[in-house]
């Protein structure tokens, strides 16, 4: 009877730690949002209105880029050259898996019904039949993968982005796509898998997914360090651009695609890397 109780205690303390720290992301994004509000310029350009804090975001690129190359990057070369690419593919397969009801709910969110009830069906048939979604068995049957948050949600019901910002360690963002930070966290498999498998096998598993996803970025990577003069500027244009491409679903507005792409052909390839 006391290994019961105190088996229900720690599992209380667990839950309610996870609570405390959804409750902390969410009064800080609530205060980003409330602070990183653009001032009125007149006469200025358009990039001042829409980075209008970019020292600040400067400074947190240099150590979130100063982290990953001290840390991340080793560790993601030693993932590549080791890990057979077949590997690499399944354990992508399996945190996307994760995330993916995330994109279920914003689906419904946005008014796809039917690319909801498709999304779902894609999450049961890759959770059951492809193995906890180390297999993407569902491609294979015509269910296609879509890419859906709620930044995304939130700009196809018509909100503004806002000022552009740089979180650290986790990358471009704007004052309308950070609320999608605690929706997809609650929203993760894994957060919930937390009670189960406890903290010993939680741990390596988000270590694990940061390596996949930087691993999966080494391409637009690489392209930034070579092609860019200044690695911050193409950053935020080419993570800007993507997010106009994935809240029009590809199709955005011709006045908003020739604003968008007639600059830099080498943005756009940064952005068909990102998203594949």
Not at 132 to 144: C, R, V
Not at 268 to 273: A, L, P, R
Request: glycine share 8%; proline share 5%.
């Amino acid at each position: 009877m006391n290994e019961i109780n105190i088996r229900l205690e720690r599992m209380y303390l667990r839950i309610s730690c996870n609570r405390l720290i959804i409750i902390i992301l969410f009064f800080l994004i609530m205060m980003l949002t409330g602070c990183a509000t653009a001032p009125k310029v007149n006469g200025g350009d358009d990039m001042a209105l829409a980075d209008p804090y970019e020292k600040i975001n400067r400074l947190s690129y240099n150590f979130t880029d100063s982290i990953d190359r001290i840390f991340l990057e080793p560790a993601v070369n030693v993932y590549t050259e080791y890990v057979p690419g077949a590997a690499q593919r399944s354990v992508g397969n399996f945190y996307d898996n994760l995330s993916y009801p995330s994109v279920v709910l914003n689906a419904f969110l946005q008014g796809k019904i039917r690319q909801g009830f498709e999304d779902g069906l894609r999450f049961i048939v890759n959770s059951t039949i492809g193995l906890f979604g180390l297999f993407d068995m569902a491609t294979h049957m015509g269910l296609a993968e879509n890419d859906e948050d709620f930044g995304q949600t939130l700009g196809v019901w018509g909100v503004d982005a806002g000022s552009y910002l740089f979180i650290p360690m986790l990358g471009p963002n704007n004052e309308r796509d950070i609320s999608d930070i605690p929706i997809s966290i609650a929203t993760n498999v894994l957060f919930y898998a937390g009670y189960m498998v406890g903290a010993t096998v939680l741990a390596p598993l988000t270590v694990l997914g940061a390596i996949d996803k930087r691993a999966r970025l080494s391409g637009p990577m690489r392209i930034r360090d070579q092609a860019a003069l200044d690695p911050y500027l193409f950053v935020r244009e080419a993570s800007m651009q993507q997010r106009e491409y994935l809240i029009y679903d590809g199709s955005p507005p011709l006045e908003i695609y020739n604003e968008l792409f007639q600059d830099n052909l080498l943005q756009s390839n940064f952005i068909d890397e990102v998203s594949d």
